[in-house]
């Protein structure tokens, strides 16, 4: 679909603010935030990751542990420095949605509690709708396919 000449200058004004890289650099660092934070906590209070697999049921509770955190930091890597940022993008969007299904079990619990759950459920889905929109850009347009669209990558 074309664009209107009348929103061309604010579609130029938007271009210019978004894309430096520090801001595509910060916007993916706040998307991998939380998982920064839960990785580093994690690896910081190994007890406290082991007592957090318990609660979710998930036994062995070491090795678990030991891969959400590998999994939290290594696919932040991914994605913030630009190699393979579409397999940690994936990665993300993938334990995301495991994370919300085991976690945000809202259609097992009754009001008021099921409605914050279920706010919770949704936005991690759109969470991980924003890491599939980041793979699918990096394999279509980034660094990791040899392509660089205008000289940049996302």
């Known amino acids: 679909m074309a664009e209107s000449a009348s929103n ?16 595509r650099f910060l ?11 839960g990785g580093l906590t994690k690896a910081l209070d190994f007890n406290g990751a082991l007592a957090e697999m318990a609660h979710f049921g998930l036994s062995p509770q070491a090795p678990f542990a030991v891969a959400v955190i590998a999994l939290e930091l290594g696919a932040s890597a991914l994605i913030l420095s630009g190699r393979l940022r579409w397999l940690g993008a994936l990665g993300l969007a993938g334990f ?24 919770a459920f949704f936005e ?3 969470l991980a709708g924003a890491f599939v929109l980041v793979a699918w850009y990096d394999l279509n347009h980034g660094a990791s396919n040899g392509k660089n669209l205008h000289g940049r990558d996302l």
Do not use: D, K
């Open 124 to 126: 991690h889905l759109g």
């Open 96 to 119: 995301t949605v495991l994370a919300a299904l085991l976690a945000n079990r809202f259609w097992a619990m009754a009001p008021p509690e099921s409605t914050m759950v279920a706010n």
């Open 27 to 37: 916007a993916l660092l706040a998307l991998c935030g939380a998982y920064i934070q």
């Open 8 to 23: 061309a200058p604010l579609t130029a004004l938007a271009r210019r603010l978004i894309s430096p890289a520090p801001v």
